[in-house]
T-cell receptor
């Protein structure tokens, strides 16, 4: 199976602009989670979508939003970009067994806000 | 809020040495996972442990889940330069079972020098 793909891999934006990141999960996986990774804070959970519905949400401002399409592909949008939004944004698709969620990550999108 | 603390934060050793890194919490997790991340890439799942006291081996890596399911350790025998990377632990759910959401520690950055 192909792995998780994320586009674009690198992005440079200016403060105040908005950005949309895309994620295609592993075929058959219906859950997509998004994380922000920075050196100081580590991996921070943004939100998770399952079958086009947001099922879990982290503690991020409303400028961060997402959606999932019927083919399980997901997009994440950040509006009114701030310098502090510079980070590696990771998408993960999930496999669920009886008691375990296993996440498989894409390579990430490196966002730089200037 | 469930928190995972990883120690040490940084570890630099010579090839051939043994090492152990730790992942601790005051919360109970239904499962715990270990990932390794290399620069510029997304985390890669190494192992999932589910049962308190469980020990899993992956070649030179040994993973243990604490009896109370609140902590875990990763032991590497005869470390090699290819083991270099950021080791992340992630816990899911609690005593009530899966909640489809992972909480990540900030990681241990391991450097193995030739």
């Amino acid at each position: 199976k192909a792995g998780v793909t994320q586009t674009p891999r690198y992005l440079i934006k200016t403060r105040g602009q908005q950005v949309t990141l895309s994620c295609s999960p592993i075929s058959g996986h219906r859950s997509v989670s998004w994380y922000q990774q920075t050196p100081g804070q580590g991996l921070q959970f943004l939100f998770e979508y399952f079958s086009e519905t947001q099922r879990n949400k982290g503690n991020f401002p409303g400028r961060f939003s997402g959606r999932q399409f019927s083919n399980s592909r997901s997009e994440m949008n950040v509006s009114t970009l701030e310098l502090g939004d510079s980070a590696l944004y990771l998408c993960a698709s999930s496999f669920f067994s009886r008691t375990v969620t296993e996440q498989y990550f894409g390579p990430g999108t490196r966002l730089t806000v200037t | 809020t469930q928190l995972l603390e990883q120690s040490p934060q940084f570890l630099s050793i010579q090839e051939g040495e043994n090492l152990t890194v730790y992942c601790n919490s005051s919360s109970v997790f239904s499962s715990l996972q270990w990932y390794r991340q290399e620069p510029g890439e997304g985390p890669v799942l190494l192992v999932t442990v589910v049962t308190g006291g469980e020990v899993k081996k992956l070649k030179r890596l040994t993973f243990q889940f604490g009896d109370a399911r609140k902590d875990s350790s990763l032991h590497i025998t005869a470390a090699q330069p290819g083991d270099t990377g950021l080791y992340l632990c992630a816990g899911e759910g609690g005593s009530g079972g899966s909640n489809y959401k992972l909480t990540f520690g900030k990681g241990t950055l391991l450097t193995v020098n030739p």
